[in-house]
Structure formats: structure tokens, C-alpha cells
């Protein structure tokens, strides 16, 4: 059974950084799509961002453009995902997601596995 592991999550002020981690395991991982997904509370889970194969084939949400980068380490079989200048409307869950394929889809019912999520709460 694939097994996606997020960590990285926890409390930052606006303005700052943070980078979260998504480690996959029992994955093929150079044949997989990894995408970054958010559910705030009281809000439907929206996509975040997300990377294809190849790398330069990414995905973003409006609301991170230019805020926020993924990127993925085939040796590690890790996603990450580089938050910059936060706000506090980036307070949420944050889950990691993988499918079979290439393109970077922003849909998450494509999506196969999911991972347990981590917090990410911006302080204003």
C-alpha cells in the first residue's frame, strides 16, 4: 500500500517561510504525479499546487502564484513544498497527494492516495 507522510507543518507569523515534506514510500515514484492540496476550516480542500513528470511540468492554485514552489527529490522519494511571504489565509490542513501519470492535474478526484495532512497555522 503506497504511504505519503507530510511533516513540516506548525505556527509562523505572517511574512515568514515555511517548507513542508511529503515522503512516499511503496511508490514507483518517478511514475507518479505529486500534488499539494488544503482544506481550511469550514472551506471545501483546494488544490495547491502540483508536479508531473517531467519536473518542469508543474501546477499552481492562483491564490500561492509566485508565493509557492514544489519540488520533489527522486532520491529521497520526497515532495516538497516552499511557502513563502505566508498570509493568514494560508492557514490550513495541508495533504500530500499522489496519482499514476505525467500531467500536473489540479483535479483532486484524480487522485489516488492521500496522506494524513499537517497543520500550517499564520498568525497575523
Known amino acids: 500500500q503506497v504511504q505519503l507522510v507530510e511533516s513540516g507543518g506548525g505556527l509562523v507569523q505572517a511574512g515568514d517561510s515555511l517548507r513542508l515534506s511529503c515522503a512516499a514510500s511503496?511508490?514507483?515514484?518517478?511514475?507518479?504525479?505529486m500534488g499539494w492540496f488544503r482544506q481550511a476550516p469550514g472551506k471545501e480542500r483546494e488544490f495547491v499546487a502540483a508536479?508531473?513528470?517531467?519536473?518542469?511540468?508543474?501546477n499552481y492554485g492562483d491564490s500561492v502564484k509566485g508565493r509557492f514552489t514544489i519540488s520533489r527529490d527522486y532520491d529521497k522519494k520526497t515532495v516538497y513544498l516552499q511557502m513563502n511571504v505566508l498570509k493568514s489565509d494560508d492557514t490550513a490542513v495541508y495533504y500530500c497527494?499522489?496519482?499514476?501519470?505525467?500531467?500536473?492535474?489540479?483535479?483532486?478526484?484524480?487522485?489516488?492516495?492521500w496522506g494524513q495532512g499537517t497543520q500550517v497555522t499564520v498568525s497575523s
Open positions: 497527494a499522489a496519482r499514476l501519470g505525467s500531467q500536473a492535474t489540479m483535479t483532486e478526484r484524480l487522485y489516488d492516495y
Open positions: 511503496r511508490i514507483t515514484f518517478s511514475s507518479y504525479v
Open positions: 508536479i508531473g513528470v517531467p519536473d518542469s511540468n508543474t
